[in-house]
């Protein structure tokens, strides 16, 4: 039986890359998402991937939507905790509401969703969790103050939960994304946006699928060494 793998935020950006990589791989994927309902309809309709609607920053909605899935598909094996926004803006100009937003969904989220599939994965004595965090929680980013720390904060988490789940055959790691070619990253400034990829060694922005890549690598049958790790994949612009 093809093991179910929840990829949250997984029909669009890296996460659609995610989830096509999985199911590539022989998973049985399911696909979160939290608003946009016609790019969801179009990423199953191209990949033959189920999607579920819930918002991740909303724990009641997460333990609902991991027990629906559960009761539909099988019990979710292999959680990616990819979902994630920005609220952009220097300190002088954030509001409470952005820092709180950006932590919801971002950090909480994470929480909320580990809280749901944990106790199964700890019983089944089998488990991958991958955190998606960000070269911008590893060294900071001007006018980001509530991702840097919210990302910060899923290294952090990936950490002490692997401690956790160590003995029971659950390993949780966190994947370091540098600056990608999706819409979250087309929404920085293009003036902005050709500085920073001035400092990429590589010279280009990453390709969604090169993380999903190294999120089936930590996911893998015989990953199971590999845990409390994070995987940097930034094109050597940040190396740690
Ligand atoms: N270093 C120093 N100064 C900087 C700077 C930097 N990196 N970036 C902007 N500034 C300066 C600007 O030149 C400007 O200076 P002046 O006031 O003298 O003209 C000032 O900061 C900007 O001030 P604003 O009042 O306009 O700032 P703002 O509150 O509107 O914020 C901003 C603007 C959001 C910081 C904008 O510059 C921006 O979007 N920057 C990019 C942020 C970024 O990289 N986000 C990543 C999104 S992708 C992602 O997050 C995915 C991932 O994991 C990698």
């Known amino acids: 039986m093809a093991r179910v793998a929840l990829v949250t935020g997984g029909t669009r950006g890296i996460g659609r890359a995610i989830s096509i990589e999985l199911k590539n791989q022989g998973r ?4 979160n998402y939290a608003g946009n309902d016609a790019a969801a309809r179009a990423f199953t309709e191209d990949t033959g991937i189920v999607a579920y609607k819930w918002d991740v920053g909303d724990h009641e909605a997460c333990q609902e939507g ?31 509401d952005m820092w709180r937003e950006v932590m919801r969904v971002n950090l909480s989220g994470c929480f909320s969703m580990a809280k749901a599939v944990f106790p199964g994965m700890r019983e089944r ?32 988490f990936t950490k002490a939960l692997a401690q956790e789940g160590a003995r029971y055959g659950v390993t949780v790691n966190a994947l370091a994304p ?9 929404a920085v400034p293009p003036d902005v946006l050709e500085k920073i990829k001035a400092r990429v060694p590589i010279g280009r922005l990453g390709r969604a699928e090169e993380i999903a890549r190294g999120v089936a690598f930590l996911c893998a049958e015989d990953a199971e060494f590999i845990t409390g790790s994070t995987l940097s994949i930034n094109g050597g612009q940040h190396m740690y």
């Open 125 to 156: 004595r089998w488990g991958r969790i991958v955190n998606i965090g960000s070269i911008n929680g590893q060294g900071g980013q001007y006018g980001q103050v509530n991702y840097a720390a919210a990302k910060s904060g899923i290294h952090g």
């Open 66 to 96: 991991v027990a629906k899935v559960a009761a539909e598909q099988g019990p979710v094996e292999i959680l990616v905790n990819n979902a994630g926004i920005t609220r952009d803006g220097t300190i002088m100009n954030m509001t409470f």
């Open 178 to 186: 540098g600056y990608i070619d999706t819409d979250m990253v087309a």
């Open 28 to 31: 049985k994927v399911v696909a």
